[in-house]
């Protein structure tokens, strides 16, 4: 580390004479080549690279210290490309065959559409360990310029032989998303529409003959992690999945053939509460958008996969990371971030489908001069946490966006930030042109047990006092399913759906009335629901003609630890207090149907009863047929939409934590989920 600290000094002092905004971006470089995070940089080079006029260029590793996203290919032109043309010829044309297509080596065109500028430069300076592949004699410009050629051979054979296995162009406009339920064959959006039903209006499968679900077919995903918790975008008889953690795929939606796929490596030393999660993609007329777990914003060609752009939403060495997937509509794409665990300031942000610009941003913990900044205590606002790590709702004819917001930071303890803690563990219903706040409801003021307001909002129609309302519905990780008017933010009602010791009512306006003896404490609290929540960010499904809501439900509880903490930006929290699942306490997980004009629960569908349940249930599907899919642990089951007997069970042999989608290819309807890694198809036998 000293000798590159005097490397660095001795490469900044050459630099005095150029630009400060020029030097300022090295000095940013140098120090987080100083702090390790660029040890794909071997040291001469990276000195050698700070230069002016240098063909690496390192400007971007000031943003994102992400070697292999950020530094890129800026050579191009003309004479660019035919001096690549022929170092082409000389150096690599005797193994990947005249125009790159390959030969005894792999076809260079399709690894240059599927892999970042970066990987092709350093597979032919340093050579790729385990294979044939060797450093190449080339100069740094000389990579660049045969990448150049290798480049333009990949749009020449695009213009010319189309998009492979592709008959046509993907074009998704904002109007048919919007008109969803005219188009029951995709699955457009992570719930399916904009109002967060997760409800399909395909009736091929039945109740009556959902017991003859088969397996169609299998596509094995890719993924550092146990499980993956991707929703399936359908959109042109196409499958778009991501793939933990840095990758997307589409698949043809008949036969799970790959058509395209992407990678887009994230940094190793991220900080993440839970695991390495994307929870999917959003689509919106030729582009595929993902957030990435180093807090960027992606959008790919949808045909191609290839990228578009990318903007940075956060800088994940403060603790920002993003797991959900955004919610495209008009011609912007709006998307949430997650670290309320390492003293972030959570935020919503908008930016343009076209190009990528920040459009607005909504702070979900308000700073000084802005409405609620007094409910932090001191400098408590600066870390509070309060991400947005799921997807929303979309409401056109209000142009209203409802979105969920986390927990306060630090999650246990509320001492360090007294203070209701707006707009955590809210709904924050805002202007989806500008990003103002028309109206807010907080379930759980000043929370100590870390329930999120994460949950899928759900926009409905229902009765009320007599008259039709249009309701917001939300079954919440606090054990109360509520009703709120989602054009005023009227409280209307909260009934519990699960088990829950922590409020004794709610006041006419709806502020929970707390029970004292519910409290965190040094010695420990008993308190219903346990810390992952009566439910979570795991979906429901709402069937607007039965006005009934499905929900996966936990009724546990956890003993509550509170203790003195002290919390720092990028640094993790969790560990100043503790809670646990209190072993001597019976649990059940289950799925129950509750009516969305009363909150009362209709039936129940037990999972699985024991002292401590230690699985959960990755989301909800309903459908016209009368059936409500769910997964739990290894099974996918079928439920009777309106009893909630089962009708079918199969074991798909890997956790199930993800929820389920339906879409269909001609008269075949098909039921897609991941298990594990696996994406399964299933769908009737052909007779049916």
């Known amino acids: 580390m000293g000798l590159v600290f005097v490397a660095a000094l001795v490469a900044l002092a050459a630099l005095a004479i150029i630009s400060s905004d020029a030097l300022a971006w090295r000095a940013r470089v140098v120090r987080a080549k100083l702090l390790g995070e660029l040890p794909e940089l071997p040291l001469a080079d990276f000195v050698r690279w700070l230069a002016p006029e240098s063909p690496v260029y390192l400007g971007d590793l000031a943003k994102n210290p992400n070697v292999v996203s950020a530094i890129t290919n800026f050579i191009s032109g003309k004479d660019s490309v035919e001096r690549g043309a022929r170092l082409y010829g000389t150096s690599c044309s005797s193994c990947h065959g005249d125009g790159g297509r390959g030969k005894s080596g792999p076809d260079l065109v399709s690894f240059i559409g599927n892999n970042t500028d970066w990987t092709f430069f350093a597979a ?37 032989e189309g998009t492979p296995a592709m008959a046509a162009q993907i074009k998704v406009e904002a109007a048919s998303i919007l008109e969803s339920g005219k188009r029951p064959n995709e699955w457009l959006t992570f719930a399916g529409n904009y109002a967060g039903h997760r409800h399909s209006h395909l009736s091929s499968i039945s109740k009556q003959n959902v017991r003859k679900l088969r397996v169609a077919w299998v596509a094995q995903l890719r993924s550092t992690n146990e499980f993956l918790e991707a929703s399936p975008i359908v959109a042109s008889n196409l499958v778009f999945v991501t793939e933990s953690p840095d990758g997307v795929v589409a698949l043809d939606a008949a036969t799970g053939k790959k058509v ?34 180093d807090a960027h914003l992606v959008a790919l060609n949808a045909s191609t996969g290839r990228k578009k752009w990318e903007t940075r939403v956060a800088d994940f060495r403060d603790g920002y990371s993003m797991t959900g997937a955004p919610l495209a509509l008009g011609d912007r794409v709006v998307v949430g971030v997650a670290g309320g665990e390492f003293g972030i300031r959570g935020f919503i942000a908008a930016y343009a489908a076209s190009d990528g610009r920040l459009l607005w941003k909504f702070n979900t913990v308000p700073g000084p001069g ?129 088990k829950q010791t922590w409020a004794a009512g709610f006041t006419p306006d709806g502020h929970p ?12 609290t008993l308190v219903s629901p346990a810390v992952g929540g009566a439910t979570n960010w795991w979906p429901p499904s709402y069937d607007a003609g039965r006005r009934l809501m499905y929900v996966p439900t936990i009724d546990a509880a956890s003993i509550y630890f509170a203790s003195e903490v002290h919390v720092a930006k990028g640094e993790r929290a969790w560990e100043g207090s503790t809670s646990i699942f209190s072993g001597n306490q019976s649990a059940l997980a289950s799925i129950r149907a509750i009516e969305a004009g009363t909150g009362n629960v209709r039936w129940e569908a037990p999972l699985e009863r024991g002292a401590d349940i230690t699985h959960f249930v990755g989301g909800v599907l309903s459908t016209a047929g009368g059936v409500v899919f769910a997964g739990y642990y290894h099974e996918f089951l079928a439920f009777d939409s309106d009893t909630g ?17 339906a879409y269909a290819v001609g008269r075949t309807q098909f039921i897609a989920v991941i298990a594990g890694n696996t994406l399964f198809a299933l769908s009737l036998p052909p007779m049916d």
């Open 645 to 661: 007997r089962t009708l079918w069970r199969i074991r798909l042999g890997a956790r199930l934590n993800a929820p389920p989608v």
């Open 260 to 293: 395209w796929e992407f990678r887009r490596p994230v940094p190793t030393n991220l900080p993440l509460c839970c695991g390495p999660v994307n929870r999917g993609v959003a689509i919106l007329n030729d582009s595929v958008f993902v957030g990435t777990l």
């Open 124 to 160: 032919v300076k340093w050579g790729r360990p385990g294979t044939a592949m060797s450093a190449q004699p080339l100069a740094d410009r000389e990579i660049w310029e045969t990448h150049a050629y290798l480049k333009q051979r990949l749009l020449d054979t695009s213009s010319t």
């Open 370 to 498: 802005e409405a609620g900044h007094d409910t932090w205590a001191g400098d408590s606002w600066k870390t509070g946490g309060a991400p947005t790590w799921t997807t929303g709702a979309y409401d056109a004819n209000l142009n209203l966006l409802y979105w969920g917001v986390g927990n306060p930071a630090p999650p246990f303890q509320s001492k360090e930030r007294a203070g209701a803690n707006l707009f955590s563990n809210s709904v924050v219903a805002l202007d989806s042109g500008s990003g103002e706040l028309r109206w807010h409801y907080q379930f759980t003021p000043g929370d100590e047990h870390d329930w999120d307001a994460v949950q899928q909002p759900v926009l409905a129609e229902i009765p009320w006092q007599g008259q039709p309302r249009a309701a917001l519905l939300w079954a919440n990780r606090n054990g109360f399913f509520y009703a709120i008017d989602r054009q005023t933010g009227q409280f209307l009602f909260a009934r519990p759906f699960a």
């Open 513 to 524: 009335i707390v029970r004292p003896e519910a409290k965190s404490s040094r010695k420990g």
